[in-house]
């Protein structure tokens, strides 16, 4: 089990970016959370196992289709096992 913080730069809010990353998240099997944060960054964390996480990141990288991803701040974190789905924060 791994944890992995993402921060994604870009065209990511009101393109239903965070629906989008809960759809992949349920898809890998993953726990954590998506939310808009007022800089206009779409934060995620995420637990899973280790390829689930670096398929995650992957198509996090690339965004839904009208979504413009500039970057991705990946950064691995000590996995706590806190959450037991993944969602999505207001």
Same mark, same amino acid.
């Given at each position: +089990?791994? %944890?992995i913080?993402?921060i994604?730069y870009g065209? #990511?809010?009101?393109? !239903?970016?965070?629906?989008?990353a /809960?759809?992949?998240? +349920?898809? /890998?099997?993953l726990? !954590?959370?998506v939310?808009n944060?007022a800089?206009g *960054? *779409? =934060?995620l +964390?995420a @637990?899973?196992?280790?390829?689930?996480l670096a @398929? $995650?990141?992957?198509?996090?990288r %690339? !965004?839904?289709?009208v979504a413009w991803v @500039?970057? #991705?701040v990946?950064? =691995?974190?000590k996995?706590t !096992?806190e $959450? *037991?789905s $993944?969602?999505? =924060?207001h």
């Open positions: +089990m791994k %944890r913080h993402l994604i065209d #990511v809010q009101g393109v !239903g970016y965070r629906s989008w /809960l759809r992949q998240a +349920m898809e /890998l099997s726990t !954590g959370w939310k944060r800089d *960054v *779409v =934060e +964390m @637990e899973g196992t280790t390829d689930s @398929e $995650f990141t992957a198509r996090c %690339r !965004g839904p289709e @500039e970057k #991705v990946a950064t =691995e974190q996995p !096992g $959450f *037991v $993944f969602t999505m =924060e």
